[in-house]
T-cell receptor
Framework: DGGITQSPKYLFRKEGQNVTLSCEQN?????MYWYRQDPGQGLRLIYY???????QKGDIAEGYSVSREKKESFPLTVTSAQKNPTAFYLC????????????FGEGSRLTVL | KNQVEQSPQSLIILEGKNCTLQ??????????LRWYKQDTGRGPVSLTI?????NTKSNGRYTATLDADTKQSSLHITASQLSDSASYIC??????????FGSGTRLLVRP
């Protein structure tokens, strides 16, 4: 079945550690996105990529990094520079940038201990 | 500032009843408006996408309306089921394709 797979579902990290969240899609979509979701707030865009080997900062990119070496994959690294990393992270994809339906993965919940 | 405001923040209804969720936006210029359903701990799933020229769009028991003049949208759920318990998120896109997300309405359907 086509879709977006995020892993891990739950992740615990000690302060000062970098962690990488995986996002893979087999929908043949060009555009991929990372969002952060906090209680009581709307989703906020961290990074997005319109095409392989290209990505752009979103509204809250500080403390995060991404890569887009393959069309199917868009991993997100939460670095130790991110001051408040505990959140629910959602990966999404669409045919082209913000065009048509946005398909989301199941999310990754990161907790910093 | 482009904003999307949803009301109410939370809502409790009895199974079988109808309900209406509201979305007001200040996004300009407007491109489209989307409603998503998000189960707890899961990713959002698209319910409807409406452009400027569409007033109403249905998806099963879900009916979305759009009034582009007053910049308001509503999501009506008919004959609610326990599985409708979720957060409902309104998202508005401007002409530069930027998506602005509302904070959602949390719906609880009780038996």
């Amino acid at each position: 079945d086509g879709g977006i797979t995020q892993s891990p579902k739950y992740l615990f990290r000690k302060e000062g550690q970098n962690v990488t969240l995986s996002c893979e899609q087999n929908l043949n979509h060009d555009a991929m996105y990372w969002y952060r979701q906090d209680p009581g707030q709307g989703l906020r865009l961290i990074y997005y990529s319109q095409i392989v080997n290209d990505f752009q900062k979103g509204d809250i990119a500080e403390g995060y990094s991404v890569s887009r070496e393959k069309k199917e994959s868009f991993p997100l690294t939460v670095t130790s520079a991110q001051k408040n990393p505990t959140a629910f992270y959602l990966c999404a994809s669409s045919i082209a940038q913000n065009t048509g339906e946005l398909f989301f993965g199941e999310g990754s919940r990161l907790t910093v201990l | 500032k482009n904003q999307v405001e949803q009301s109410p923040q939370s809502l409790i209804i009895l199974e079988g009843k109808n309900c209406t969720l509201q979305c007001n936006y200040t996004v300009s210029p407007f491109s489209n408006l989307r409603w998503y359903k998000q189960d707890t701990g899961r990713g959002p799933v698209s319910l409807t996408i409406m452009t400027f020229s569409e007033n109403t769009k249905s998806n099963g028991r879900y009916t979305a309306t759009l009034d582009a003049d007053t910049k308001q949208s509503s999501l009506h759920i008919t004959a609610s089921q326990l599985s409708d318990s979720a957060s409902y998120i309104c998202v508005v896109s401007d002409r530069s394709y930027k998506l602005i997300f509302g904070s959602g309405t949390r719906l609880l359907v009780r038996p």
